[in-house]
């Protein structure tokens, strides 16, 4: 089908957020109010730690102030993807840390498992499905880069199988599929925005006071209570938990480690048993291919296909704009390529188009720190694999909170920072020099020209 006809109708709006299960929004912040905790955001980073700060001190009194609506930026925009990876793959992790990687890794594990059980101790309905995630190749050299690590992942006792071009298209039947790897139980499916809808409905539950509509405008410290001031009122605590992604921070030093990207994404009618059939995908597991450029897909409840990735694109200026969650150029060239993997599924045509502004940051994974003398802490930086690893930075911002030594403030994942992105406008130039670069790559046999070497040089190795 033409790409066009068959994005006539899709609605501009996130597939995840249109639906009638959607609450309506809890009370505007009004007046002066106190607490023992303050968390400003309500996507998964704020959620999660609101939460576990119940959870792990029921008595506290723990305030959480969302700008807009419970879910509505990236948690509610995202393919669903629930990884267990915490380094934003084991590659990425292998480079910037490979002392800590076997801990790494079952730490993201063992997270992983929590949130399933989080899942059921509080009976949250998100159609989880821990069915894994295919990683395939459609290029020669993208299985030479995935076999790379295999000896590595064998010794790490990880669940992945190999399977050669007849194995992976027995599982989902693409042609332009060469062979892959099965990461069998690191990655569960998951509808993203209930999964925040039912996080929210925990933290009422406990005694997480919410107010949504309550932008965070600005940060007061006396030195012993910092007051967090919204346009109709304020909240004042010894402790401040961050979760604000990429949207303006409240400290300053984070514009200069944080850049935002769009990502974007189709959702296509629900296919007919004979459509699912010629496609075969009993498994039901994620996707994603392995190019630079990649795609991620999956299917939902009802057998939709979500077809998302490949372009990654930063603004020049770096500025965040409504207009921007709608890009025709992309959408086009996504619903081209969703034709070449799947030609059996030429009559199928899209219903949602959307995208969203993701952090990230030059080493791909969150990083972690505080201010105002340790009494405020944040998690930022997650580069679009947040759903599951969200969870782990909440916990890290309580261990900092708290003053403890654990486990993860251990980590030096949690301990470093990363490297910084230089002021506009050379920001803008570096990072669109970058995209063509890898570009380049995935047309030339993955081979990365003398820029993005330097770049691996530096620890700052990009791709999409």
């Not at 004042?236 to 400290?251: C, D, H, N, Y």
């Not at 406008?425 to 993005?452: C, E, M, Y």
């Amino acid at each position: 089908m033409d790409p066009l006809k068959a994005l006539a109708d899709a609605e501009r709006k996130p597939y995840w957020l249109d639906t009638p299960a959607r609450p309506g929004p809890q009370a505007r912040l009004f007046g002066h109010t106190t607490a023992d905790l303050v968390v400003v955001g309500g996507g998964f980073s704020g959620l999660w730690t609101a939460l576990m700060a119940k959870e792990r001190d029921p008595s506290q009194d723990v305030v959480l102030l969302e700008g807009r609506r419970i879910g509505w930026a990236a948690t509610g925009r995202n393919g669903g993807f629930c990884m267990a990876t915490l380094t934003h793959g084991l590659a990425n992790g292998l480079e910037r840390w490979p002392e800590d990687i076997d801990r790494l890794e079952h730490m993201g594990v063992e997270n992983l498992d929590e949130i399933e059980r989080t899942l059921r101790r509080y009976d949250i309905d998100c159609s989880f499905e821990r069915t894994g995630e295919l990683h395939v190749a459609t290029e020669p050299w993208q299985l030479d880069d995935l076999n790379e690590h295999l000896g590595l992942i064998r010794d790490l006792g990880l669940d992945y199988v190999p399977l050669d071009q007849e194995q992976v298209r027995a599982e989902v039947d693409s042609p332009t599929y060469l062979g892959g790897l099965w990461e069998r139980s690191g990655c569960a499916m998951l509808d993203p925005a209930r999964l925040a809808f039912g996080l929210r409905e925990a933290c009422l539950k406990l005694g997480v006071r919410i107010h949504e509509r309550s932008p965070v405008r600005s940060l007061d410290d006396d030195g012993v209570i910092m007051t967090l001031r919204t346009p109709h009122g304020s909240a004042a605590a010894p402790k401040v938990a961050l979760g604000t992604g990429v949207f303006p921070p409240l400290l300053r030093r984070l514009k200069h480690f944080v850049v935002p990207v769009y990502d974007y994404a189709l959702m296509t009618e629900p296919m007919s048993a004979a459509q699912l059939a010629s496609v075969g995908w009993k498994n039901r597991q994620g996707v994603g291919d392995s190019a630079n450029q990649f795609h991620y897909y999956r299917l939902t409840d009802d057998n939709r296909i979500l077809w998302g990735g490949y372009d990654a694109v930063y603004y020049n200026g770096g500025q965040l704009k409504p207009e921007y969650d709608q890009r025709d150029e992309t959408f086009v060239k996504l619903a081209g390529h969703f034709y070449d993997t799947f030609p059996q599924l030429s009559e199928l045509r899209f219903t949602h188009r959307w995208g969203g502004v993701i952090d990230t940051c030059s080493r791909f994974s969150a990083f972690f720190g505080q201010a105002h003398g340790g009494r405020l802490a944040y998690a930022v930086g997650y580069t679009g694999m947040g759903v599951g690893a969200t969870r782990f930075g909440a916990n890290v911002m309580l261990d900092l909170l708290s003053g403890e030594r654990t486990e993860r403030t251990e980590l030096r994942m949690v301990k470093e920072k990363p490297v910084p992105f230089p002021p506009e406008p050379v920001r803008s130039g570096v990072i669109q020099f970058t995209r063509w670069s890898i570009a380049q790559a995935d047309l030339h046999q993955g081979k990365r020209n003398l820029w993005l070497r330097t770049l691996d040089k530096m620890g700052l190795g990009f791709d999409s």
